[in-house]
């Protein structure tokens, strides 16, 4: 085990999570001099603005909004924005509710009725500002009738099981929702948005940050039924949603607001971070350390277990010292009954490859510091790991097969603990290559 390895590769983890820090990032792109609201191209005198209403979900949005609170201070009239449970805070007079991530419940449910409200009773001179961030979607269910929320829980579950990306997983919601897919700016017409959103996913599309509530979609009701076919889920999905996407690829229910729609004309989306500054920041402080830094990509993508081998090959071709650093986002096909997340799997799969490698690290996390369905943003792993775990009497290989990584680094005290960090830019992947010492 190399300590070394272990120390950079927190400290180069720890500076990368400090450069995903919602309030500066909300402060560099929202710029108010007290008569005009600036943000990119976006442009607005708020003299004839009678109310600037906050919306939003996701885990980095109460941060998001209260930031904007602060820089706009009593022009907010009010507000409401919906966080994962842990990752509220307060937000002047903009409302903070909290609900269940990665599968909705009531309480998002509710929120969601209230929220698709405050849209509907914006005015031509109103103001909504939109802080959108990663979650979003899990957080805003709101089903669109008979569909109950047990039943788009149920294909949510069974989507995440199966390993859909948040690409397809997004495609499927949009067309079984009456806010997301650009449909919460066509509740709020003819105001004026402005959406501010932190990307979680790759490629930064605003019409996959949380379902793209305010962005034009281009994903179409037959798009989202071929996600549930692919998968093989028609014979286990709700029959209620089954019908909704077959009845709307039939053209028998109106699509989801398009880039030609009018609504579209007093809406500006805009990006305010997003993984790519991760990646720098861990890249600045690898080299500060004296490990010269690789950025192997900003688009990790694929099942964990086979893009953790992959990557410790590559880490294997190094010269030392040196740090190889991709961000991005995994998947994991749930096969057993354990417990774990991407970032943990990673890990574990990382930790078979490791073995007789004393001066290889590799730490996997995720940046919103929650890993799947449990309190961990992720694990450590090195060239001693399966000796620990032998001591403990964990088989690492079984635990992979039961997708138990959780308990498996809980056990040899390997966890990357974070708790709600308040904001969401993807995972970071790294591995820190230590010069070989002669013993």
Not at 362 to 377: F, K, M, Q, R, Y
Request: some cysteine; proline content about 6%.
């Amino acid at each position: 085990m190399s300590r070394a390895g272990r120390a950079v590769a927190v400290e180069v983890w720890e500076a990368a999570l400090a450069a995903a820090r919602v309030e500066p990032l909300v402060r560099r792109a929202l710029a108010h001099d007290g008569h005009r609201l600036r943000a990119g191209a976006f442009a607005l005198e708020l003299a004839p603005i009678a109310r600037v209403l906050v919306l939003g979900a996701g885990k980095a949005s109460a941060a998001m909004a209260a930031s904007v609170v602060e820089i706009l201070g009593d022009r907010v009239t009010g507000g409401l924005v919906v966080v994962k449970d842990g990752y509220a805070r307060g937000a002047g007079p903009v409302r903070i509710v909290e609900a269940s991530h990665p599968v909705p419940d009531e309480r998002g449910r509710a929120a969601a009725v209230e929220l698709l409200g405050l849209a509907e009773s914006a005015r031509p001179d109103d103001l909504v500002i939109c802080a959108i961030s990663g979650g979003g979607s899990a957080l805003l269910p709101a089903p669109a009738p008979p569909i109950t929320l047990e039943e788009k829980r149920r294909l949510t579950a069974l989507l995440l099981a199966a390993g859909a990306t948040i690409g397809e997983l997004n495609t499927v919601r949009k067309h079984l929702s009456l806010l997301k897919g650009g449909q919460l700016a066509r509740a709020a017409a003819p105001a004026t948005v402005l959406t501010l959103a932190l990307s979680d996913v790759i490629g930064n599309a605003v019409d996959v940050i949380a379902s793209g509530p305010t962005a034009p979609d281009p994903s179409t009701y037959a798009q989202a039924l071929a996600v549930v076919r692919r998968f093989g889920l028609e014979g286990r999905a709700p029959r209620s949603v089954l019908d909704r996407l077959e009845a709307g690829a039939a053209g028998r229910i109106p699509e989801t607001p398009k880039p030609d729609d009018g609504i579209f004309a007093r809406v500006t989306n805009l990006v305010i971070g997003d993984n790519s500054l991760v990646v720098a920041a861990a890249a600045a402080r690898a080299a500060a350390l004296g490990y010269a830094p690789e950025i192997l990509t900003r688009a990790l993508a694929g099942e964990a277990r086979g893009v953790a081998r992959t990557f410790v090959a590559r880490g294997r071709t190094l010269t030392p010292p040196a740090c190889l650093i991709a961000g991005g986002e995994t998947t994991v096909t749930v096969a057993g009954a354990g417990t774990g997340g991407r970032c943990q799997e990673f890990a574990l799969a990382a930790a078979l490859e490791l073995a007789g490698a004393p001066n290889l690290t590799v730490l996997a996390a995720g940046t919103d510091g929650t890993d799947g369905p449990t309190d961990a943003a992720g694990a450590i792993a090195d060239g001693g790991t399966l000796a620990r775990a032998a001591c403990r009497r964990l088989d690492p290989d079984s635990s992979l097969a039961a997708n138990d990584s959780h308990a498996f680094f809980r056990a040899t005290g390997d966890l990357v603990m974070t708790g709600p960090t308040g904001t969401n830019l993807l995972d970071l992947y790294l591995l820190v290559a230590e010069p070989l010492r002669r013993d």
